[in-house]
């Protein structure tokens, strides 16, 4: 990035005037503002984008409380991961035609809700699990892609905890420009799950605004 003299552009307070920006997947993710803006650089399959925020946009200050189901702690529930042979790469699908997620999945994690029993493909990301999970509450109340939602990962004896009341949307819910992933065939889990974050459609921003 090369900056005009006259713009004040700043990263990690102090102005810049040139300076290389790594990429959100390179571990040294940077920010960089101006006024009210803020940008970074994303990277997705090889393909990279700015990500740009304005912390003054007018839908900014008119968004309201996020909507939750009240906490049921029925659905806060023990786990076992049942582990691959071998990690896995998974192929999970995205908001953006043609951009698919890809990450290491050590295995399913099964869990028992009323008497039945459930699978989530787990995910790996730094020192959790990650679950990109749907229910049949996406059809009304929930975000329709399905929601997010981590626990640690197991100690010795294999067990992780579930606490779909943590569940939430992922950033596509909220707006047009986010590279989500959606939840696989395999996560979609065929109940409700009535804890976490709802869904508002009056809380998306789109070009349309």
């Known amino acids: 990035m090369t900056v005009r003299p006259e713009v004040n552009v700043q990263s990690g307070g102090e102005a810049v005037l040139e300076m290389s920006i790594p990429s959100d997947t390179s571990g040294h993710e940077v920010m960089v503002t101006h006024g009210s803006l803020a940008w970074t650089v994303v990277e997705r399959a090889g393909r990279y ?86 229910d049949q509450t996406n059809q009304d109340e929930t975000y329709g892609a399905g929601r997010f939602l981590y626990s640690t990962v197991p100690g010795d004896d294999g067990v992780t905890v579930l606490d779909f009341n943590k569940s939430y949307s992922p950033p596509c819910a909220f707006n047009d420009f986010s590279t989500c992933p959606v939840a696989s065939p395999r996560n979609r889990l065929p109940i409700r799950i009535e804890a976490g974050e709802k869904y508002d459609p009056a809380l998306h921003y789109s070009e349309a605004h």
């Not at 529930?77 to 953006?96: F, M, Q, S």
């Not at 787990?122 to 990109?132: C, D, H, K, N, P």
């Open 49 to 134: 984008g700015i990500r740009l925020r304005d912390f003054e946009h007018p839908f900014v200050a008119s968004f309201a409380p996020l909507p939750y189901f009240d906490i049921d702690p029925a659905l806060r529930v023990k786990a076992t991961l049942l582990p691959y042979d071998e990690p896995r790469i998974a192929n999970v699908g995205t908001v953006i035609e043609g951009l698919g997620y890809h990450p290491e999945s050590p295995g399913v994690v099964e869990f028992d809700l009323d008497g039945e029993s459930y699978v989530l493909e787990a995910y790996t990301s730094g020192e959790r699990l990650f679950y990109v999970f749907g």
